[in-house]
Structure formats: C-alpha cells, structure tokens
C-alpha cells in the first residue's frame, strides 16, 4: 500500500550521551500514518547511524580540517544519505560540536589513571612524560583533532565553551599532585609539545629533555611547598 507520511515523531526514551557515544544509549520510535489514517509504529532501520556521523566527522575534519566538514562530504564519510545528516543535526554547528565532545573521553585513560595512582614525586612526572610523548600520549590523529577544536573555537563559543571544560578538567587531574600554579604550567607545556609533534612528526621529542622539564616544574612546587610549610610554623611558634 502507498503511505503518505503526514507525520514523523521521534520520541527518545533514552538520551544519547554525545561522549563516549554509547549506541545502546539510543531508543528511537516513529510513527507513520498510513492514508486510511492509520498509524503504524516501528524503529529506525539504522540506530548506530547517528554514532557513525559522528566518527565520520571526526575522520573529515583530523584528515581534512574542520573547514572541510561540510554535511555532504561527513554524509558520504559515513556512508550514509545525506538527509541523515540534517535529520540528527540540525544544523552543521550542532553537528560539528557534538563530535569534538565525544574526544572529552580521550582524556580519561591516558591521563586521569596514571596521575591518580602517582604517589610519588618520581611517579608524578613518569605519568606526565608517558601523557606527552610515551606510552599513554594521544596519537597524532588525536593531537590533530585537538588543534583543528582550538583552530574553531576561536570563532565558536559553544566548541570554546567546550575547550574551556576539557581544560579544567585537565587541572582537576593536574591538582590532585601539584598546586593550582604548577598545574596550569605543565597543562600548557604539554599542550605545546603535543602541538609540536603535530608539526613535526618525524622529530620526535627527546624524552629526556622532556622529564628534566617537568622534573624542574615538579621541584619547585615542592620547594614553595616546603618554604610555605616552615613559614607556617615559624608564624604558629612564639617567640619564632
């Protein structure tokens, strides 16, 4: 029988969490009116379909560049209709944000575990030198991601909004070890040398040059530590 679509409802039962793209997370139902009036109700043909737009546009912009993240050319990516595309993101804006929210979950195994479980100076800056350019550092395809994010959200407040978050984030693990100063000091030192192998992938970073800089970060944190530990002792004695 010929249907007239006069209606198409969507109704999420569950939300969709853009991090992580959980694709048991989606439950989608739609209804469709048949021309006699009756409704006949089923499920997507493709539930995963809004998760691979999502990969498909992180692939377009690390490969490309986010200006190359047009609706067409994520369609064709993911291989799916281009009216996909518009259907789950409503506009290109929307679509281009949620998948640099989906890279806030890169954060979490490289860098959270190791510098949770550091219990020692020396462990402090052994994760800190495996985040940057050893066995827990982001591929280049991910440092890529992360600087085509920085490139849009000086012109996006909703992608620097979400910069702003990935970066707070980062200090929250930072300050579980070192002081807010010495934190927001090796944030951006390894964003820079994450931004230099970008750039120079065939020079890889001298591993040793990289400890001895966080070592001196880490010294003198607990220097100032220590000098404002006696301060305190020196004020809480009398006669001191």
Known sequence: MLLECVALHVVLLGSLPVSGISESAYNGTYFIRHRG?????????????????????????ASEGVHAASYRRIA??????????????????????????????GLEPRYAAPMRDARLDTDVVDALVA???????????D???????????????RVAEVLRDLQEESLMVLRRSLPDGTARAVDALMWGWW???????????????VRSAYRAL???????????????????????
Not at 79 to 100: K, M, Q, R
Not at 131 to 141: D, I, M, R, V
Not at 203 to 208: I, K, M, S, T, V
């Open 76 to 105: 064709v990516q993911a291989g799916v209709p281009l009216g996909s595309t518009t259907y789950y993101f409503a506009d290109l804006e929307t679509l281009i944000v949620s998948a640099f929210e989906t890279l806030r979950d």
């Open 131 to 141: 985040a940057t350019c050893g066995s827990t550092a982001p591929t280049l395809t």
């Open 195 to 209: 931004s230099y192998r970008a750039l120079h992938p065939g020079d890889p970073l001298d591993q040793g040059m």
């Open 143 to 157: 440092i890529r991601l992360y600087e085509e994010m920085h490139l849009y959200g000086a012109r996006s407040p």
């Open 218 to 240: 880490v010294d003198i944190a607990v220097t100032r530590m220590e000098r404002g530990d006696r301060r305190g002792v020196a004020e809480s004695t009398p006669g001191v």
């Open 37 to 61: 009036g009756r409704v006949r109700k089923g499920k997507p043909n493709d539930p995963e379909r809004r998760t691979r737009i999502l990969r498909a546009a992180l692939e377009v912009i």
